[in-house]
């Protein structure tokens, strides 16, 4: 006898800086885009930060490819867990500045506030990149002291209960895409539903950059 599974709808949307995120829960997956579709492991180990030149962070008004978007999005996630998954490394060295211990950070590359800044500005709008940094909507957070960086907050555990992550990209506009993230949700290693979202990727002054963002495990 075949059972059916009934799962609750749940949409969020998020609505800051040049765009939206969205996500929603299904029983079933969407029907198939036509644009090709990246799927990776929720479980995948956190990559090493990587740092950018100021060559590499400035583009151009090209239309970019959908590899070079997803690629992007890659880099992203690495940017995008400093504040929420798992800080720059520390040397140990500690000052306490209103009543919040921070850490000195070693990670090489990383010595200023703007060196930071740099590599938020790779991928990320203005709007979400000062928004990060100001810790208004982190977990993880970075403060410059005496011209140094340095950070506070601790490394979070993954979501449980997340499976494949599946990647793809729809461009909305001449100056706008959408990433369509998709995860698995699982019940004991069985997948029970999926979790979606949406998050725009668009043209700001020059230079692609994603208006929203934030992981999805």
Known sequence: MK??????LVLVLLLAG?????????????PPRE?????????????EPETMEASQVESTARVPTEEEIQADYDRA???YSWF???PLKDSGETVTVDGTEYRRVSEPGFGSMEELRLNLRGVFCE????????GESSRIQYREIDGALYVTGEAREREDGKGAVTVEVEQTSETAFSV???VDLLD???VTGMECWAFPYVLENGRWGFSEFRLVY
């Not at 040049?18 to 969407?30: Q, Y």
């Not at 644009?35 to 990559?47: K, L």
């Not at 709007?127 to 100001?134: A, F, G, H, V």
């Open 180 to 182: 369509n993230v998709t």
């Open 84 to 86: 929420d998954l798992t």
């Open 35 to 47: 644009s090709a579709a990246e799927v990776v492991p929720a479980a995948a180990v956190t990559p």
């Open 77 to 79: 996630v690495r940017v």
């Open 188 to 190: 004991q290693d069985v």
């Open 127 to 134: 709007e979400l990149t000062e928004r990060l940094l100001s």
């Open 3 to 8: 059972r059916k599974i009934w799962l609750p």
């Open 18 to 30: 040049c765009g939206g995120a969205e996500s929603r829960e299904t029983e079933e997956a969407p």
